[in-house]
């Protein structure tokens, strides 16, 4: 452990008195370390709440052993979990075969749509997950994920009310702990563990990545402010999680708020580029970087790692370094791309597929015009491009023929995914594409680019930061020419 920063001092004095405390902590300045910190300063009994097992696991061999490190659906499956195990064990199934146990027989029309039973099996349990994401009681129709191509509100209530009755079903369903039609899964006896009301013994709880809490752990968390000191920690810049049920709970959670601004994964230069990044959103934060660790902006010939924004992007890069002849992995992606190529096959020979994105498309020829006409769905684009250029057998090959990463010459990830790893060497891909023109000029007669959206900072800030020596900014290279956000930074 290197010699604690005046931020990390002040930090461990903070909670010593007592106090809540909400620590942001930009990336790589040692957030797990100042954590194990804290708890070292005292004897009382601690939880330590991570954001997945391989963390919880990595800081159990850090904290003292007053501290309990676990995951929150560690704490809920001692707690209810456990009685459904039998469930958990089960088989899988296709969503369609739980839907007709369900009583979901027969398609639907919606304005001009036909809803399949399959469509409807997968919304139904889609709905049931979104709710135990969320801090609501019961299963209400704002939890029923929205369908590609039914947009009116009208047509989205439609849904909603065939949806309902059958989510129903599915939540007493689950309720069995012997025996039921729905497939038991992990985020079901959170859910139910939270609306238990549950008292964590703690006298106080770390809550790590804090920004990418669900609603319902957040709301089991503050509920212990009565009995036990809180403290969370995370990033609000590295809030990327939204699109699936996750929130920044950080920045107005009742407490004291202090940050680690001092980087001790890159130097200055990298820092600099994640200031770029943080100026375009409200983050309390800027970074330093080490001066003890070298680190250059520019060309990377042969990059441990290449960042992409989109699982298609992924497979774009994934098939171009395969042709080159590099051995590359890919980063917990390859089942998404084949299912995807799965759908694009089942629409190239004429039938209809069962992949949420995709159910609402009768052929292949109709998401080929929905991609390039339809402002919609313009980020099925690069799928469609690399479906018609290569088919989908060629994108199953490529996923069969990946690597192991301790084998691999080369790593590809999505942001998302990279997000807590670091790699030497990064090449951010070329699918982060610029704001567009704001329709106006500058004084030199050029278009002035939109500013950049706060979801696309954060995305760009966390691949940038993934980098410890050497950063290739490829498709975020346009960030040099972009106007600094008036009135921030």
Request: charged share 25%.
């Amino acid at each position: 452990m290197h010699t604690p920063t005046d931020e990390q001092t002040h930090a461990v004095d903070t909670f010593r008195d007592g106090h809540h405390l909400v620590l942001q902590a930009g990336a790589g300045t040692g957030k797990t370390s100042t954590l194990a910190l804290l708890a070292a300063t005292t004897g009382r009994r601690g939880r330590y709440l991570a954001f997945n097992k391989d963390i919880a696991d990595a800081a159990a061999s850090r904290f003292p052993r007053s501290v309990q490190c676990r995951t929150a659906h560690a704490t809920a499956y001692a707690a209810v979990g456990h009685r459904f195990a039998r469930r958990l064990s089960s088989p899988r199934q296709p969503a369609w075969r739980i839907g007709h146990a369900l009583g979901i027989g027969s398609p639907v029309r919606i304005g001009d749509h036909e809803i399949s039973h399959r469509t409807l099996s997968h919304t139904v349990l889609r709905t049931v997950t979104r709710f135990c994401q969320s801090a609501d009681k019961t299963p209400a129709p704002h939890h029923v994920p929205a369908l590609r191509r039914l947009v009116t509100p009208n047509e989205r209530a439609q849904l909603a009310d065939v949806v309902m009755p059958f989510v129903g079903k599915a939540w007493k369903d689950l309720q069995d702990p012997e025996d039921g039609v729905v497939r038991f899964e992990h985020d079901h006896y959170l859910k139910m563990w939270a609306l238990t009301e549950p008292k964590i013994e703690a006298d106080f709880l770390l809550l790590d990545e804090a920004q990418d809490t669900n609603p319902v752990l957040e709301q089991v968390f503050a509920a212990q402010r009565g009995h036990a000191q809180l403290v969370m920690v995370g990033d609000s810049a590295q809030a990327i999680y939204g699109w699936r049920g996750a929130r920044d709970v950080m920045t107005g959670f009742d407490a004291t708020h202090l940050t680690l601004t001092c980087s001790f994964r890159f130097g200055p230069l990298l820092a600099e580029q994640a200031n770029r990044w943080l100026a375009f959103t409200d983050a309390p934060i800027r970074l330093t970087g080490s001066d003890t660790i070298p680190t250059k902006v520019g060309l990377v010939a042969s990059p441990d790692a290449v960042l992409c924004r989109t699982n298609i992007g992924a497979m774009t890069e994934v098939m171009r370094l395969l042709e080159a002849g590099r051995r590359v992995a890919l980063t917990r992606g390859g089942q998404t791309l084949i299912a995807l190529a799965l759908a694009a096959r089942d629409l190239k020979d004429g039938r209809r597929t069962s992949h949420p994105e995709l159910v609402l498309f009768a052929s292949w020829g109709e998401l080929q015009e929905y991609a390039e006409f339809d402002p919609a769905g313009r980020d099925l684009q690069p799928f469609v491009e690399l479906v018609d250029t290569h088919g989908p057998d060629a994108i199953i090959a490529a996923v069969d023929a990946l690597t192991d990463e301790d084998k691999a010459e080369v790593t590809v990830s999505t942001a998302h995914k990279a997000k807590g790893r670091e790699w030497p060497g990064v090449r951010i891909s070329d699918d982060f594409p610029p704001p567009p023109d704001s329709g106006q000029l500058d004084h030199n007669g050029c278009p002035i680019p939109e500013p950049v959206s706060e979801t696309d900072a954060r995305l760009a800030y966390v691949a940038v930061t993934r980098a410890r020596h050497q950063l290739d900014l490829g498709g975020l290279a346009w960030i040099e020419s972009q106007p600094a956000p008036a009135g921030r930074g």
